[in-house]
């Protein structure tokens, strides 16, 4: 695995022309032997991490949950990779895109500690859940619980596949503010039934940020003969975790958000047993029915962004999974600390305990709706956020990225103390 400082050392000299430095002191004084809780709060160095990525000037981003920015290695990386095949056309399609597919498989399946033949490379979660909800051989009457805060499009797909096959959605009203873990548990396994085929769960539930105990209610299910599958779009590169912490059967995510990889790459990863047994999403017969790759059926698409996916995953470990998971918090926290007393406001994120919350937060200020809190921080301020007006969570979305700075975080305190007084 690549250091910080080799990291850093390689970034300068690549002659891809991005320097991480101002000058040499900074790497001379530069000491990655920090303890990690001084790496979190060293400004000087997230400084020169805000470096790598072009940051907009003319406002505030706290917006990167919909799909981060990628750091201007991995773009330069990326556009290099998209010129060439543009160049090479239908020779790089015929002669080496089975090689560069492949080099992605094994360099994710590495980082998830998976095995390769039961990742498939998608382009994004929803296309990786409906390979799962219109594949399953549902049988009329089976039943599938899902929680009140899952994505939207997974939610339709459940929806789809309940209209055409007849099976049944049963919905675990999870707290915003559990009480303890047990709480959100109970949530799911108390639904649990003989008719049960699938729980599906959201490991880092996008409203809110709220961290869901997924090890614990997958071993629950399966010692009830329930198949698990997780959306992990946003546990990905957030959180420090790979595939066995999960103990699920199916999981699902994008690489465009907190791996900061190009758009279009996401991945279906699946235990072998349960691969022949699914239908893919497009017709394939190319592969054998218990070959991953059956899922990849796609038609043509843009290889290079696959590519990319080993260049993201270099950046992403030399700065760290823990190191980043704990800054990502701290940003959190840093902000909602500062404004969790103010007169109206309603913080709806769990911030209180680690293992529940990560860079996401959400927050709602009474006498304003989400979309009058999010126009307000936009045209007032110019800190551009995102609405959420959801049956079970009203506020505004909240997520700061490693490239976002303290500065920006005191403005966004500024603002809410104004609009909250």
């Given at each position: 695995?690549?250091?910080?400082?080799?990291?850093?050392?390689?970034?300068?000299?690549?002659?891809?022309?991005?320097?991480?430095?101002?000058?040499?002191?900074?790497?001379?004084?530069?000491?990655?032997?920090?303890?990690?809780?001084?790496?979190?709060?060293?400004?000087?160095?997230?400084?020169?991490?805000?470096?790598?990525?072009?940051?907009?000037?003319?406002?505030?981003?706290?917006?990167?949950?919909?799909?981060?920015?990628?750091?201007?290695?991995?773009?330069?990386?990326?556009?290099?990779?998209?010129?060439?095949?543009?160049?090479?056309?239908?020779?790089?399609?015929?002669?080496?895109?089975e090689q560069a597919i492949e080099g992605a498989r094994s360099s994710?399946?590495?980082?998830?500690?998976?095995?390769?033949?039961?990742?498939?490379?998608?382009?994004?979660?929803?296309?990786?859940?409906?390979?799962?909800?219109?594949?399953?051989?549902?049988?009329?009457?089976?039943?599938?619980?899902?929680?009140?805060?899952?994505?939207?499009?997974?939610?339709?797909a459940f929806h789809q596949a309940a209209k055409r096959f007849g099976?049944?959605?049963?919905?675990?009203?999870?707290?915003?503010?559990?009480?303890?873990?047990?709480?959100?548990?109970?949530?799911?396994?108390?639904?649990?039934?003989?008719?049960?085929?699938?729980?599906?769960?959201?490991?880092?539930?996008?409203?809110?940020?709220?961290?869901?105990?997924?090890?614990?209610?997958?071993?629950?299910?399966?010692?009830?003969?329930?198949?698990?599958?997780?959306?992990?779009?946003?546990?990905?590169?957030?959180?420090?975790?790979?595939?066995?912490?999960?103990?699920?059967?199916?999981?699902?995510?994008?690489?465009?958000?907190?791996?900061?990889?190009?758009?279009?790459?996401?991945?279906?990863?699946?235990?072998?047993?349960?691969?022949?047994?699914?239908?893919?999403?497009?017709?394939?017969?190319?592969?054998?029915?218990?070959?991953?790759?059956?899922?990849?059926?796609?038609?043509?698409?843009?290889?290079?962004?696959?590519?990319?996916?080993?260049?993201?995953?270099?950046?992403?470990?030399?700065?760290?999974?823990?190191?980043?998971?704990?800054r990502l918090r701290y940003l959190m926290r840093y902000w909602v600390?500062?404004?969790?007393?103010?007169?109206?406001?309603?913080?709806?994120?769990?911030?209180?305990?680690?293992?529940?919350?990560?860079?996401?937060?959400?927050?709602?200020?009474?006498?304003?709706?989400?979309?009058?809190?999010?126009?307000?921080?936009?045209?007032?301020?110019?800190?551009?956020?995102?609405?959420?007006?959801?049956?079970?969570?009203?506020?505004?979305?909240?997520?700061?990225?490693?490239?976002?700075?303290?500065?920006?975080?005191?403005?966004?305190?500024?603002?809410?103390?104004?609009?909250?007084?």
């Open positions: 695995m690549i250091n910080r400082r080799t990291f850093i050392h390689n970034t300068v000299v690549s002659g891809i022309g991005i320097s991480l430095l101002e000058n040499n002191s900074w790497l001379e004084n530069y000491n990655p032997a920090l303890p990690l809780e001084q790496m979190v709060t060293n400004e000087k160095y997230w400084k020169k991490i805000r470096s790598l990525f072009h940051v907009p000037d003319n406002f505030i981003n706290l917006e990167n949950g919909y799909f981060s920015p990628q750091p201007r290695t991995t773009l330069a990386f990326h556009q290099q990779k998209e010129n060439y095949i543009n160049t090479n056309t239908s020779w790089f399609m015929r002669k080496e895109q994710l399946a590495a980082f998830l500690n998976c095995p390769i033949e039961e990742l498939a490379l998608t382009r994004n979660t929803t296309e990786s859940m409906n390979i799962i909800t219109s594949g399953l051989n549902w049988v009329k009457g089976d039943e599938v619980i899902i929680g009140n805060q899952d994505y939207g499009s997974v939610v339709s099976i049944i959605i049963r919905v675990a009203e999870i707290p915003l503010h559990p009480l303890n873990p047990e709480e959100t548990v109970t949530a799911y396994t108390k639904l649990f039934s003989s008719r049960t085929r699938l729980v599906h769960l959201t490991h880092l539930i996008n409203l809110t940020g709220q961290v869901v105990p997924v090890a614990v209610i997958s071993a629950l299910a399966h010692q009830a003969g329930i198949m698990v599958s997780v959306d992990a779009a946003h546990s990905i590169a957030q959180l420090k975790f790979t595939i066995p912490d999960l103990d699920a059967d199916m999981v699902a995510a994008s690489l465009h958000k907190w791996l900061c990889n190009p758009l279009g790459a996401g991945f279906l990863w699946m235990k072998k047993a349960y691969i022949k047994s699914i239908y893919p999403l497009h017709a394939e017969e190319e592969f054998a029915e218990d070959n991953i790759r059956k899922f990849e059926h796609q038609g043509t698409r843009p290889i290079q962004t696959l590519e990319t996916i080993a260049e993201s995953i270099k950046f992403h470990h030399a700065i760290g999974s823990e190191l980043k998971e704990k600390l500062k404004v969790k007393d103010l007169p109206r406001v309603k913080i709806n994120t769990p911030f209180e305990y680690d293992e529940r919350c990560g860079a996401i937060a959400n927050i709602g200020i009474h006498g304003f709706t989400p979309g009058q809190l999010a126009d307000k921080l936009w045209n007032d301020y110019k800190i551009f956020t995102v609405a959420i007006d959801h049956p079970a969570v009203k506020g505004v979305r909240i997520t700061p990225h490693i490239y976002n700075n303290i500065q920006e975080l005191d403005k966004l305190v500024a603002a809410l103390k104004i609009i909250s007084g």
